[in-house]
């Protein structure tokens, strides 16, 4: 039975939400009032994909006392967020590039390595274009090191590549001014949420 246009843009509109809660107590009963709600278009949510945590600056310290170990961690429009601590020990959510949709973009290279036979000049045209794509959506403070592995793990495919269309096997010390002027070093494209929110508040409050 399909669902009536409401159930439709009920489900369309509760694909992906991440939810923050005070006290326990509301989130269990938002919890249940949504799941009531769900069930009035015939709808449920993924219970796979659905929990609740202990999670922000108080996780560590409540979970300890309970005896639960570190804080649990989730993952959120393709990046998982981690409570951790700054340079200053201070309290920040960590957000690193998930690994599943990682590895799926390293297999897509993989299954057109036959564009890497192309010359050099092509082939660092298109793999630069892929790595800046994923730069504008993934850099993200905390997450360059991933990025950097990320980029590495290109590298090493295309180094292969050239590797099988050489008869000598040429050498990294050779190939790396290439991948250097090719393939470009991951750097910061987001600010820190609190600095981003700043500017906001500071372009309302002085309009041009």
């Known amino acids: 039975m399909e669902a009536s246009g409401a159930g439709r843009d009920c489900h369309r509109a509760l694909r992906r939400r991440c939810h923050s809660f005070e006290r326990q107590d509301e989130a269990e009963s938002y919890l249940r009032e949504l799941q009531e709600h769900l069930r009035e278009y015939g709808l449920e949510l993924n219970e ?20 639960e170990g570190k804080p649990e961690t989730f993952t959120f429009l393709g990046f998982q967020h981690i409570c951790g601590n700054n340079r200053l020990g201070r309290f920040e959510v960590r957000r690193i590039t998930d690994g599943k949709p990682r590895r799926k973009k390293l297999q897509e290279l993989k299954q057109e390595r036959r564009r890497m036979h192309a010359p050099i000049a092509q082939v660092g045209e298109w793999l630069g274009s892929v790595l800046r794509g994923y730069y504008q959506y993934h850099a993200v403070p905390g997450n360059l090191s991933i990025l950097s592995r990320f980029r590495y793990q290109v590298v090493r495919l295309w180094y292969r590549t ?5 008869q000598r096997r040429p050498t990294w010390k050779k190939l790396g001014p290439i991948f250097d002027h090719w393939l470009p070093i991951p750097r910061l494209v987001h600010d820190y949420p609190d600095a981003r929110f700043d500017a906001r508040r500071l372009a309302t409050s002085h309009p041009r």
């Open 48 to 67: 796979d994909k659905t929990r609740l945590i202990r999670f922000g600056r108080f996780a560590r310290l409540n979970r300890a006392e309970r005896g």
């Open 162 to 166: 050239l590797c099988q269309r050489s």
